[in-house]
């Protein structure tokens, strides 16, 4: 599909004019797209989704193989055991490639991983018989070829969850208040799906609401000062900010697809 498409041009669009405008990101202390990986820990008990009984159908009662597609911590991987009998995570962080691998071998899950980005490192990665692939969409620009790669992985089919409305859609009123900055609409996962549907998928999709987490303070604010490129001094004042907004709950979308004895995508 090439990147002039509609839905992929509209996407990729919405993803660039969202970008944080160059003087202000130049003057941050942090690089405001880092993530910590201690807050990628996989939780010693899985959630149950909508995501993980879909990616358990697609393994059967016989169980397979799994590629995390920006696995972080491995927590999308790893809520398949003791169904998945070889977990694969790429990253392009070996920070969290590490996270990743401690957690499998506490765990006694046989993995490997690979450090990269999708779809580059792909065929390093190799097929499995099914590809997770959750939060990532948001922070790829060319979607077409990174779908299409995803499901040229799979043996039996895909699993992709992200966000309803961008993730960083809730900071939007934070931008305005400290830097003066009107955001413009944000992408949403109807945008994704109309990618998908240029690819010629027809997947199943549920729409999900995860209720709002306990908060933790601290972590909020360190990561809003940092995804709003402020330094360190204005601390009380995002705490006080980001505590107005109130408790967020999670409007998620899991999207799924099926793939053909050759692996090629079922439309």
Known sequence: MPLTSPAAARWRGLLAARAIPAEIRAAAAQDPSRHDPARFVPPATPRETPSRRAALWL???AGGTVL???CGGGAAG???VPEVTQLTGLDPSADMLRVFERACTERGVPHRSVLGSWPDAAPEAGVADVVVCHHVGYNTLDLGPFVAALGAAARRGVVVELHAVHPGAWLDPLWAHFHGLRRPPPATADDVLAVVAELGIRPEVQRWTRPAAPRHPEAEVEFSL???????ERRDEVAEAVARLGP????LVTIVWTADPCGTIRA
Request: hydrophobic share 40%; aromatic share 0%; net charge positive.
């Open 248 to 251: 967020r709950h999670r409007d």
């Open 59 to 61: 393994l059967g009662p």
């Open 68 to 70: 995390d597609v920006g």
């Open 78 to 80: 790893l809520a398949l």
């Open 226 to 232: 940092r995804r709003l490129c402020l330094p360190a």
